[in-house]
């Protein structure tokens, strides 16, 4: 059973529910209220020079955790400003797998650290955090039932792995520095296989981190470019890649469908 960790800087542990009874987006930042103006730099929005509840940011962001993490600051400020209500959020995108087929997709049940704890560590002026990874349970098996009507690929929940390097971070051998053996390699990734971890990426744990602490409803879910208990280099055709990037397109497209009533 995962643990539930308290965000240390508050001493109490963070409620699921943050929206209250009018569904707004809660922001954990009581400064927030202190400012003139609140400007959204890397969206190149503010509270003042733009309407925020009548409009809606096309949002862009880099690799890995440092960016991720710039995006969803703004992006929940956005979405407080703005004054939306109930809402979900979801990382669609690309991973590496581990003991599953090329092409699978996966729901992420908890998102876990390099060493397979359930957990994101950020570093606040000069201690470290812990934060929960937990993601919302509800959504995933909504999303894995709607994986049911789709037969052209396989869809599981696991747990997804989240490093903070692409290259030795995640095991490859293929870097520009590799400091382990090839037997090395295999045995981190069969016990990543054993703790319940079924695909890497570099996002999750700080977007199931900061969507948790704000009580957002969110999911990850990600395609699996490769096996990674076969190797470290992505063998499948350019067309092949193209498909599998939409196959978790395909599945929340599938998702809002049905919570719109659409057919």
């Known amino acids: 059973m995962s643990p539930i960790l ?3 800087s508050s001493g109490s542990l963070p409620e ?5 009874k009018n569904g707004f987006v809660h922001i954990k930042n009581p400064h927030l209220d202190l400012l003139p103006e609140d400007i959204l730099y890397h969206f190149d929005l503010g509270t003042k020079t733009h309407d925020l509840p009548s409009m809606f940011g096309d949002v862009k962001h880099g690799m890995g955790i440092p960016s991720i993490s710039i995006m969803l600051h703004e992006l929940i400020k956005l979405l407080h400003h703005a004054k939306c209500r109930d809402v979900t959020i979801i990382r669609i995108g690309t991973s590496g797998g581990i003991g ?3 092409g699978s997709v996966v729901i992420t049940d ?3 650290d390099s060493f397979f704890r359930p957990q ?3 570093v606040v002026l000069d201690k470290v955090v812990v934060r929960n990874t937990e ?3 509800e959504l995933a098996e909504d999303l894995l039932q709607c ?4 037969a052209s690929f396989p869809t599981i929940i696991g747990h997804t792995m989240c490093t903070y390097d692409f290259y030795e971070g995640q095991g490859r051998l293929d870097g520009a520095l590799c400091s382990f053996s090839k037997e090395e390699k295999f045995e981190y990734l069969q016990r990543a296989f054993t703790a319940g971890v079924r695909n890497i990426e570099m996002e999750s744990t700080v977007f199931a981190a900061m969507c948790y602490l704000c009580g957002l409803k969110a999911a990850v879910v990600c395609v699996t470019l490769l096996n990674r208990l076969e190797g470290d280099q992505i063998a499948e055709s350019h067309e092949t890649l193209t498909e599998y990037q939409k196959r978790p397109q395909q599945l929340i497209a599938a998702y809002i469908k049905k919570q719109l009533n659409i057919s």
Do not use: T
């Not at 699921?16 to 209250?20: E, I, P």
């Not at 994986?147 to 789709?150: A, F, H, T, V």
């Open 110 to 112: 908890v998102a876990v």
């Open 147 to 150: 994986s049911k009507e789709i």
């Open 16 to 20: 699921r529910d943050a929206y209250g």
């Open 120 to 122: 994101f560590e950020q």
């Open 6 to 8: 308290a965000d240390s």
């Open 100 to 102: 599953i087929e090329p």
């Open 135 to 137: 993601l919302h349970k």
